[in-house]
């Protein structure tokens, strides 16, 4: 039996498969340096020349993470990642080590969560989407977020060095009109900084925000919901200021962000249960 039949024969590595589905010709490189954990490949570092190499990371079960190209030191290039069900989870451009263009990431199930389009010279904006649709919209000069049928929930725009906040209830009827100051991260209407609650709600009259205010500042409980009446945020603040425990909650009922202001505590789930940080 010969070596050629025997090569022919071995079963392919998941490793290797993976290797394949990714847009690279091995054969270019001048040599590659390989990590191990615990006896399982988990990096590959291919060198084109001694200024530009590219970087593979894998998760433990062999399949691709995340794919980096490094020039003169500098990220370059597209970048990948991907979550272990093969799904991509972030692809972004860079240039120099400046992200420029496209800069999106997805859900596991291949949504859109967030896109952004970066020119030099220019404004950034961000698109941020729940089950593809769009979210809210944030640039150097505005922030807008939506409901799901398309209606506007809240506008942030400046004009004229003036910060204009607009709060809207899903059917479209407007609930607050007024002014932020970015400086003193208040908000004011035609009597002076406010002082009361802003409710808005989505078409069913189900509560979709609300907040309380104490002479222009974000003060005592915020509370946001999903359509279902599930939690979306909760938190407190005082005098504009984040306090105590506040909580992010995905659409599932599950927690995504856990903040202790008060004792520096941060974590972050994924939308599976799993800790991330």
Sequence with gaps: MSILFLISCKKETIIEREIKSIPINIVEFQNID?????????GLKLHRTNQEYIEIVFYKSGK???????????????YFDWFENGQVKWKRSYINGNIVGFNNEYDEKGRLKQSSTEKPNSWKTFTYHDNNKLKCIRTDKSFTEFYSNGQIKCNYK??????????????????FDGIYDSETNTISNQFGNYTGKILTTFEDGKISNQEEFLNGYANNLQHTYYPDGQSKFIGSFNNGK??????????NGKLNYFDDYDN????????????ER
Aim: charged share 20%; proline share 0%; aromatic share 10%.
């Design 34 to 42: 390989t990590t191990f954990e615990s006896g399982k490949i988990i």
């Design 64 to 78: 691709k993470k995340s794919i980096h190209r490094i020039l003169n030191g500098q990220c370059h290039g597209n």
């Design 158 to 175: 400046i004009k004229d060095n003036n910060q204009f906040v607009q709060y809207n209830n899903q059917n479209g009827t407007l609930v």
């Design 242 to 251: 984040r306090v105590g425990i506040q909580k992010y909650y995905y659409e």
């Design 264 to 275: 520096n505590i941060h974590k972050r789930w994924t939308e599976t249960g799993e800790l």
